[in-house]
């Protein structure tokens, strides 16, 4: 790419062409790219989010209420459903393709000289603090995109850090044990800078307060410093009362699903914290902020005739907390799954809570060479001897694409049915692009 050059196909064609590093953990080449790039990380004040599943929502809310406060502010998330321009925000609004293509262009002309290799997350990760510094943001909300440690957005000194909870996944970069993973997230912890968890097991807050204290940070922890409980849910939203520093009832999220509860009573908790450390937040914008937030693919409804429902869920935690929130939201309701999982995901795990609640399950293959074969998946699901009270009675079907796949859902839905679509970001991104929300961006086929 030339600096002159500003064709878009050959921006993307760019970015694609980074897989070949793969995925190096480490932060060398980001703090050197910072440092050709003028270190725009410090120009901004930030909170850093990390955590198995749940930093997605948790950052947006955060976002959400520093933007109705009056904060310029920038959100950076990974990965994207349809479009490339979902990972790079600033007060909600989404970079577009010229600023895209212009950022790649000044990030790999700086680096034209010199010998470094970025991965792509890495050099989106210095695109997306380029573009804030630019901007003159207030603050910026940083998700990781794996682990913590060793991620590449672990050179930001953030004033809060957040972990949510941690399961297992990406195994194998983070490895297989819960205690190995929670060291690896907790790699975000700095010296004096306060620390929230929402986990809610306690060997795993055990040793974040063990890593907080050695840090000499301080840590608050869901349950214990705050704490939440949901007054109303229905399929679209979610009213909770808050209890922290200070009370808040009746604060309303149009977000559904039981475990947004622990999202929400995060970012309020972050942003009590800030207002402990002297930043202005008024009580009106933390109501208005999470009225406001808007979040793709967490139980989010694409389609109304049929009712078609996207989550992406991608891991046997955030599998069994939707599983739970369907069988409450959508009682009466015959489930028709559509399913589409990558092939280094713990499939079965994913797999087995998500089947007790479906009448149908359609099996399905995005275009990844990630994605596992809808084959695959069904030899799986054959070796489940108790998959709950309607063991024998799911139909399964399967289709080589997701267009596929809504097609053959659509066929066979009646009145009674609800279609859901989980397992991956890329089935939901597929399922959405299917049903015509534009691809601003083409997806990447990226690892993380």
């Known amino acids: 790419m030339h600096s002159n050059l500003k064709n878009y196909n050959e921006t993307v064609n760019y970015l694609y062409s980074l897989q070949k590093h793969g995925i190096k953990l480490g932060l060398a080449n980001i703090k050197t790219l910072m440092g050709i790039l003028g270190e725009p990380h410090k120009s901004f004040h930030s909170i850093h989010v990390a955590g198995t599943n749940g930093k997605g929502s948790t950052a947006t809310a955060i976002a959400s209420i520093l933007t109705e406060n009056g904060l310029s502010t920038g959100l950076f998330t990974s990965p994207h459903l349809v479009s490339f321009t979902e990972r790079i925000r600033v007060d909600n609004r989404r970079i577009t393709e010229s600023e895209v293509i212009d950022l790649a262009s000044e990030t790999y002309n700086s680096i034209s000289n010199t010998d470094l290799n970025p991965t792509f997350f890495e050099f989106v990760t210095a695109m997306a603090f380029y573009y804030f510094a630019g901007k003159n943001i207030d603050w910026a909300v940083v998700e990781t995109g794996m682990g913590g440690r060793l991620d590449a957005t672990n050179v930001i000194h953030p004033d809060v850090t957040v972990i949510t909870n941690i399961s297992r996944d990406h195994c194998e970069f983070l490895g297989n044990n819960i205690s190995g993973i929670t060291y690896e997230k907790a790699g975000i912890i700095k010296t004096g800078v306060p620390l929230i968890t929402s986990s809610l097991a306690p060997d795993t807050v055990k040793q974040l307060t063990d890593m907080a204290k050695s840090r000499n940070a301080e840590i608050h922890v869901y349950n214990k410093d705050f704490r939440g409980s949901i007054v109303r849910m229905d399929e679209r939203h979610i009213t909770l009362d808050y209890s922290g520093y200070k009370n808040y009832k009746n604060l309303t999220v149009p977000l559904t699903g039981e475990y947004q509860l622990y999202n929400i009573c995060t970012a309020v908790r972050a942003c009590e914290i800030l207002r402990q450390k002297g930043f202005q937040i008024s009580d009106t914008s933390i109501k208005t902020g999470l009225q406001n937030m808007s979040l793709e693919g967490r139980l989010e409804w694409v389609s109304h005739d049929p009712p078609v429902i996207l989550d992406s869920a991608h891991n046997p935690e955030a599998a069994k907390s939707l599983a739970l929130s369907v069988k409450k939201l959508f009682a009466g309701k015959k489930i028709i799954l559509v399913a589409g999982i990558m092939d280094d995901k713990d499939i079965r795990g994913i797999l087995h809570p998500l089947i007790q609640v479906a009448e149908t399950v359609i099996l399905t293959k995005t275009g990844y060479e990630r994605a596992a074969s809808p084959e695959k998946m069904k030899e799986i699901m054959a070796t489940f001897k108790e998959p709950g009270a309607n063991a024998g009675h799911v139909s399964i079907h ?51």
Do not use: C, M, Q
Request: proline content about 2%; overall charge neutral.
């Open 398 to 448: 399967k289709t080589d694409t997701v267009t596929g796949a809504v097609d053959l859902a659509k066929s066979l839905y009646r009145k009674e049915n609800i279609i859901l679509v989980a397992g991956s970001f890329y089935t939901a991104g597929e399922v959405k692009e299917a049903l015509g929300y534009e691809s601003v961006l083409p997806r990447l086929r990226e690892i993380i």
